[in-house]
Every structure is written in structure tokens, then in C-alpha cells.
């Protein structure tokens, strides 16, 4: 490239191969078309490589051994040029208005770190919706401004649906790369609580859902989630003035009931019961779990 891009895409891939091209049709595809494309393969064993190769020059590779997708967008970050990142997965679609909406908004608000959109679901609608954020709360988001309760509730924000100021992500130190799952939600609760965020209420990519979904590892999920939390209140001590001591206590509860469920259909008792001591040591007048920790109790008294 003989200029610097005003955007650098980086997709972090391992074994989609299956997706890849289709991904990278719909970036090259873009109405915007200032931006470099940076594709990190991070040890696939698949045809990865060849399906990039037929690119050419209009992709910049990096192949490094399988180290997570934390440790790939990082590495894409390194490379990247322009003076803001978009990270996208391999196997979701950006929409043609994708960077164009987003820069559009950038261009003329230099001081925010990051600003995000909603994304559709590819396949099929989820959750009796097309939109990953409701429209009603896309709306309310668009019109009021994110706050740290937004991102606390739902995790809202998909980074295939953000552009990242190049050099918030590098005061921030980038992705931790201990997080396999809930490396973007604790990126974004970072940025926030270092910079501006905006959303705008447009769909700008499409969501698939499949199989080979890493965020489908339900136990690596949960215990991530709360790592998060528990990391964003304990390096940022305000967080939980702006959240609140009840919604603080039911977020962090409710993933400790849904970690719990998930180890008691595995047949792991003795953890199930540890999760759901924490979850009502959080809340202790939850009666739904205080009846799953007395079903639990009297089903092992039973085995006896």
C-alpha cells in the first residue's frame, strides 16, 4: 500500500475456511473503500492459507501458531497502519454500508475511543428478533448515549459492529489475551471507562450462528463473564457506583446459576453446588435459587 489507510480490518481466523471467503468478499465489497485488510491465521490446520492466497496482495497475512483470538486480534493490531481498527470474525458478513457508517460518525467525533452499531443474524432471526440489540433499545442506545449499564446487562456490544480509535486500543494494552470468549466484553468495558463511546442504530454486519461458535463453550463462557466482571470492579472501583450494588449482584448471581445448571446436567455436583452457594451468597433472597440449592440437597441426601 503507498498511503497510510484510514482503516485497518483485522480478522482473526483458526479453521473457518468453510466461512472465510465469504467474509472477505463482503469487506472487499465495501461502499467504503479506504482500509486495509489484515487477516491473522492463528495456526489453522485447514485450507485457510490457500483460500487467502487468492487474494493476493489486497490481503496482508499472518500465520502464527494457535495462541486464541485474543492473542491474533492483538497481533493484527500490530500490523495495522491506519488510525482506526475494525476487527471482524471470519465467519460473520459485513454489510456495504459498514465502514462507511461507521467512519462517517468517526470522522467528525475524533475524541471518541470507540463506536459501535447492531448487527442482524445471518441465518435465521434469534431470540424472536432479526436484530442482535431490540430496536426499541437500539433506539434508546442511538438517542441517549451508552452508559456502563448498557454493556453491564446484555454485553450489547459485538466488536464486528465497532471501529476502535488505533491508539485508545494501545493505551488500553489491547485484548487480554488470557480471555478466550469474554475478551470483548472486557475490552469494551476498558475503553468506556477511558473514553467516549458512541452507538448509532444501524445494522452494519450479520451474525452466524454455528456449531463451531467458540462463545458456544458454555462453562469457558460463564467463568470468563464473571472473571470480566469481577476484573471491572476491582481496576475500576467507580464501575460499580455507575452500575449499582443490586445490579451488580444480580449479573455476577445469575452467571453463577447458569454456571451451576450447566455443571449439574454434566453430573458435576460437587461444583454445581459451590456455584449456586455463590450465587445466593450474592443474593440471598433469590428464591429460585435458594429451590434448585434445597433440590440439589435433598437429591444428594437421597444417594445416600
Not at 22 to 39: A, H, M, N, P
Not at 75 to 99: E, T
Not at 166 to 194: N, P, Q, T, W
Request: glycine residues 6%; contains cysteine.
Amino acid at each position: 500500500m503507498d498511503r497510510t489507510p484510514t482503516v485497518s480490518i483485522i480478522i482473526a481466523t483458526y479453521n473457518r475456511c468453510q466461512f472465510l471467503s465469504q467474509t472477505i468478499e463482503s469487506i472487499l465489497g465495501q461502499s467504503f473503500q479506504d482500509f486495509e485488510l489484515i487477516v491473522v491465521d492463528d495456526g489453522s490446520t485447514d485450507d485457510t492459507r490457500a483460500v487467502v492466497q487468492r487474494y493476493g496482495s489486497r490481503i496482508r497475512y499472518l500465520y502464527q501458531e494457535n495462541r486464541g483470538p485474543a492473542v491474533a486480534r492483538n497481533a493484527g493490531a500490530q500490523l495495522a497502519l491506519a488510525p482506526w481498527i475494525s476487527f471482524q470474525d471470519s465467519d460473520d458478513v459485513c454489510a456495504p454500508n459498514h465502514l462507511n457508517t461507521l467512519y462517517g460518525y468517526v470522522k467528525d467525533h475524533a475524541d471518541v475511543g470507540m463506536v459501535f452499531a447492531n448487527g442482524a443474524y445471518l441465518i435465521r432471526p434469534e431470540h424472536n428478533r432479526k436484530t442482535i440489540i431490540p430496536a426499541d433499545k437500539s433506539k434508546r442506545l442511538a438517542k441517549h448515549g451508552v452508559r456502563l449499564n448498557d454493556l453491564f446487562e446484555k454485553s450489547i456490544m459485538r466488536l464486528q459492529a465497532a471501529l476502535i480509535s488505533k491508539s485508545a486500543y494501545v493505551a488500553i494494552g489491547g485484548h487480554d489475551e488470557s480471555l478466550r470468549i469474554c475478551m470483548d466484553l472486557d475490552l469494551g468495558f476498558r475503553l468506556f471507562m477511558h473514553y467516549r463511546v458512541a452507538y448509532l442504530d444501524e445494522v452494519v454486519f450479520s451474525y452466524r450462528k454455528h456449531e463451531g461458535n467458540i462463545g458456544r463453550n458454555e462453562e469457558l463462557r460463564h467463568t470468563e463473564n464473571i472473571r470480566v466482571i469481577e476484573k471491572l470492579l476491582r481496576e475500576y472501583p467507580d464501575a460499580r457506583n455507575q452500575v449499582g450494588d443490586d445490579a451488580t449482584a444480580h449479573r455476577l448471581a445469575y452467571r453463577y446459576y447458569r454456571l451451576a445448571k450447566g455443571r449439574w446436567r454434566r453430573k458435576e455436583r460437587d461444583t454445581a453446588r459451590e456455584a449456586i452457594r455463590m450465587a445466593l451468597q450474592l443474593r440471598p433472597c433469590a428464591l429460585k435459587y435458594r429451590l434448585y440449592q434445597w433440590q440439589w440437597r435433598m437429591r444428594a441426601l437421597g444417594a445416600k
